[in-house]
């Protein structure tokens, strides 16, 4: 496995505090309005007594996470490039409100260098150290054209 990018154990980790605009610009961007992120009053009688974050916003940190680990091992200075082929696996295990601040990890699980693709396990962590979102990831490295 000399030859390919990435090892199993190779890990990066990304923090972000989840403010209130970061909800709003998420649901101004992708449409998702609804009341769990964005209505105050109606989530004030929920379980959750206040506004959680979108789940999807999670996985575009998680897609942080893996242009790093792509920038780390140096994944765009050779003849390939580097592209998700999705999340799997994901789950949301506790809800993320305005004001955490979340810290993830990204770990290579597997190397498949034939394949030219790595799997990593990423967990999504508060600043209570409580475990609130799980995914794998899948990265393929693609010969380019030239």
Known sequence: MADFYVKP???VSFAKPVGETDIYMFAGITGDFAVNHVNEQYMERSRYGRRIAHG???????STCSTMMIHQCRGT??????????YDRVRFLAAVVIGDTVTLTYTISEVD???????ASIEVRNQRDELVAVATHILRWVKDRT
Request: negative net charge; without cysteine; glycine residues 14%.
């Open 9 to 11: 154990g190779d890990s």
């Open 56 to 62: 999807a916003l999670l996985v575009g940190y998680m």
């Open 77 to 86: 200075e050779g003849d390939e490039t580097a592209v998700s082929l999705g």
């Open 113 to 119: 260098p034939v394949k030219r693709q790595s799997k």
